[in-house]
């Protein structure tokens, strides 16, 4: 995909994640997020889905998905998990 038709896509999955009122995504099931916004926009961002894990260990519990830059030597990796959009980013039991 080319960055036109990746910026797009990205705009796309945006509009329609902000099309849903608040309450709505509240009391959407985790897993739902992920499958409807995250995992289509990992793949717009052109992440190779041997790239992606799901439910990975990490030091204190456990990532809902590891993104891997680069070869099995050097890995880099972020967290992403979903929450409830109140949720506080900065709340101590979510840092690593």
């Known amino acids: 995909m080319?960055?036109?038709t990746a910026k797009q896509e990205v705009e796309k999955i945006v509009k329609k994640f902000l099309a849903i009122p608040k309450e709505e995504l509240d009391d959407m099931p985790e897993e739902q997020i992920?499958?409807?916004f995250i995992e289509p926009?990992?793949?717009a961002l052109g992440w190779e889905k041997e790239d992606i894990y799901k439910e990975k260990r990490i030091l204190k519990?456990?990532?809902d998905y590891?993104?891997?830059i680069g070869n099995q030597d050097i890995v880099?990796?972020?967290n992403i998990s979903p929450k409830y959009s109140?949720?506080?980013l900065m709340s101590e039991s979510y840092r690593f």
């Open 66 to 68: 590891i993104l891997k």
């Open 2 to 4: 080319d960055k036109e």
């Open 76 to 78: 880099k990796a972020i």
């Open 41 to 43: 926009l990992f793949e």
């Open 86 to 88: 109140g949720f506080p």
């Open 34 to 36: 992920k499958f409807r």
């Open 61 to 63: 519990g456990r990532a």
